[in-house]
């Protein structure tokens, strides 16, 4: 408890002193994605009565980040879709059906295409920390253009990366999978897939 | 506490929220009336049975987030392990 309570300590006293959200004093450069704390879904509708989420468990980002001009940063996302989490409850199925989810020409196809990517073509900054990133998005072997709405959180500076900074994002967008052709269950599955990225973008070492 | 209980609790808890936001509606109907308004106010909800549902579990999911480093950004939890039951 007693060690508790001094991690907490040196993480209050490490907190940045001004009020996040922040772009004052952050670093511009590289930013590799902080795996460890990231999270990526994709939701669909499921039966058109609710959403069916589901956890990527592999993926990456890189980040040229520019605190000055932020419109002029530069993302590049790479996602295995071979990695799910479901929470699907019968832990004797749960293995199955991720591999189906993950694999299946129904669902992601990961057997032909093993990878999704987006990459940044430009960056609209349209409110103080907000903005829109659009790029190209690869998947199912089919690239068109996506556009997130991109929220900025602020920066972090926890003792145990020196003086690295740490900054924060959420983002969301929605797709329309059949634009990338896939139609399959149309009655039970939405052709909207809403994706959202909520994470932390650790400044690279030099 | 068990977390299913804490879980049912608080289901219980936002469930009985939502029935006192309700509360201004007359207080003496009869059953008849209150199927027909309720029918008039939701057309969506008039051919659905009334009764005990449990949770379909495949199709369920349950996160927590809280603000991470100072809230610069959120960092989920899904619960894996829980029930539910709706009267």
């Known amino acids: ?206 | 506490m068990k977390l299913k209980t804490l879980i049912v609790s608080s289901a219980g808890a936002i469930a009985l929220a939502a029935c006192g936001s309700a509360s201004d509606a007359p207080a003496e109907t009869s059953d008849a009336e209150t199927t027909s308004a309720e029918a008039e106010l939701h057309p969506m909800l008039a051919e659905v049975a009334a009764g005990t549902y449990s949770l379909e579990k495949n199709h369920a999911f349950m996160t927590v987030k809280v603000g991470h480093n100072g809230g610069i950004t959120q960092y989920r939890i899904s619960f894996t392990d829980y029930d539910g039951n709706l009267d």
């Open chain 1, 1 to 206: 408890m007693r060690k508790l309570v001094l991690a907490a300590g040196l993480m209050a006293a490490t907190l940045p002193a001004h009020a996040n959200p922040t772009l004052e004093g952050v670093a511009s450069g590289l930013y590799e994605l902080e795996k460890t704390h990231a999270f990526l879904t994709w939701t669909v509708k499921h039966n058109g009565i609710s959403g069916y989420t589901v956890n990527f468990t592999d993926f990456d980002a890189d980040l040229v980040f520019d605190a000055e001009t932020p419109a002029n940063s530069q993302l590049s996302v790479s996602i295995n879709p071979g990695a799910l989490n479901t929470n699907y409850p019968d832990p004797a199925k749960k293995v199955d059906w991720e591999t189906e989810l993950s694999t299946d020409p129904r669902f992601l196809n990961g057997s032909e295409f093993p990878a999704i990517s987006f990459n940044s073509t430009s960056v609209e900054q349209t409110g103080e920390f907000s903005g829109t990133v659009t790029g190209d998005l690869t998947f199912l072997g089919v690239t068109k253009p996506v556009t997130l709405d991109v929220s900025y959180g602020g920066v972090a500076n926890p003792p145990w990366f020196g003086q690295r900074d740490v900054i924060g994002f959420t983002a969301s967008t929605t797709v329309t999978r059949s634009e990338f052709g896939n139609t399959s269950m149309a009655g039970i599955i939405s052709d909207e897939v809403v994706v959202e990225f909520s994470g932390e973008f650790l400044q690279a070492e030099e």
